[in-house]
């Protein structure tokens, strides 16, 4: 099976926040997704998301400042991966992501950022769908 995504993004990321990886971090989400450099980006957004909103999978024992400067820093991991490829269209796809995930948390509405996650991770892994800013949009207009 190999080392797990978050072992591998918990390798790559800033020594700051290295220094908080578990030691026997679970299967990523996104272990299934076949080019593994798109799974890898995809696990550090999700990680970065999670530390944002959630609880880190990959990471333990930050206090709060910690875990959003981390998840940050995760954020920009996985968009950079993307940038030195030239991939402009998946990074646009994860900027939007992780703005309506900002939104939909704040307005009390994380159902909305897990739609939008779906659509993202099928966009950015394959091309496939829409987008997360068209799953959300769906999401609003079905509920009005």
């Known amino acids: 099976a190999g080392v797990s995504l978050l072992a591998q993004v918990a390798a790559a990321a800033d020594p700051a926040i290295a220094a908080h ?3 026997d971090p679970p299967r ?3 272990e299934a997704v076949a080019d593994r450099e798109r799974a890898f980006v ?3 957004v999700h990680e970065g998301y999670l530390m944002h909103y959630g609880e880190p999978r990959g990471f333990a024992g930050m206090d709060g400042d910690l875990r959003l400067l981390g998840g940050d820093a995760l954020y920009a991991l996985g968009l950079a991966r993307l940038a030195e490829a030239g991939d402009l269209d998946a990074i646009a796809e994860l900027c939007d992501l ?3 995930c900002a939104w939909a948390h704040a307005d009390g509405r994380p159902e909305l950022a897990e739609a939008a996650w779906e659509a993202a991770a099928a966009r950015v892994a394959d091309g ?3 987008g997360s ?3 959300v ?3 609003l207009r079905a509920s009005a």
Do not use: D, N
């Open 21 to 23: 990886a578990a030691p």
């Open 28 to 30: 990523g989400r996104f």
């Open 42 to 44: 995809l696990e550090a």
């Open 98 to 100: 992780i703005s309506l």
């Open 128 to 130: 496939r769908g829409e």
């Open 133 to 135: 800013r068209a799953a």
């Open 137 to 139: 949009e769906a999401r």
